[in-house]
């Protein structure tokens, strides 16, 4: 029998991970709660969006969890907030795990963390609550992801090193071993973290500059 779900968020990620679970049988969507001045701010077509001030009503805590489905806004402080108060109306946040997604670790993951298709978690990571683990992210052994972070697609964290809470790590970003990123950290897509952080920085990599040449004049002179 499926266990009903009813997702936090009602904007891009959250239709994102709708899709997700309706090729998945072991969950059943039943519909979307957000904070009450977001309920008219976005939609899943077929689905009922609730505000927080009337979600118990319409879907009961003893019969419906939660999977959290919102983005990052906030240094992920509006997900977290959204976390605690679902779970103080007495909802039981689900730890979602997409089927193709690979977990080796003997470790625990985090309540209410989501890992999508391609992740792969190795042997003695750790992943905190109410963490988004994006697809093909690599989290490598001994390593460790904080409550309330955001690992997009692509990323590598490497062997010991350790993500602290609420930070944001961009697309195909980097994290050495044994290196430490500090809390409410933003770490732009593709950038190498080679050292440890300091609280609340930002690491950019720079972005690509554009070829003197036209792309035609690229592929006839240099080949493609």
Not at 46 to 74: C, K, Q, W
Not at 152 to 162: L, N, R
Request: glycine share 8%; net charge negative; proline share 3%.
């Amino acid at each position: 029998m499926s266990q009903k779900v009813i997702l936090a968020g009602n904007a891009i990620t959250a239709e994102i991970i709708s899709a997700y679970l309706r090729q998945d049988a072991r969950f059943e969507v039943e519909g979307f709660v957000v904070d009450d001045e977001f309920v008219t701010k976005g939609s899943i077509e077929g689905y009922r969006t609730v505000g927080l001030s009337e979600v118990v009503r319409a879907f009961a805590p003893d019969t419906h969890r939660v999977i959290m489905a919102m983005g990052y806004n906030n240094l992920n402080r509006t997900r977290e907030t959204l976390f605690e108060r679902l779970k103080a109306a007495g909802y039981g946040i689900e730890t979602y795990i997409h089927p193709d997604a690979r977990i080796y670790t003997n470790q625990a993951l985090g309540e209410g963390s989501v890992v999508l298709p391609g992740a792969v978690i190795e042997p003695h990571a750790r992943v905190g609550a109410n963490t988004m683990v994006w697809s093909n992210v690599t989290l490598a052994h001994h390593s460790s992801v904080g409550d309330h972070c955001w690992v997009a697609a692509g990323t590598a964290v490497s062997g010991q090193a350790k993500v602290l809470r609420n930070t944001f790590l961009g697309v195909s970003c980097t994290v050495v071993n044994a290196v430490t990123v500090e809390e409410y950290n933003v770490i732009g897509a593709s950038a190498l973290i080679s050292r440890d952080t300091k609280p609340y920085s930002v690491h950019l990599a720079r972005s690509a500059e554009p070829f003197r040449y036209s792309s035609e004049d690229y592929i006839k002179h240099f080949g493609i």
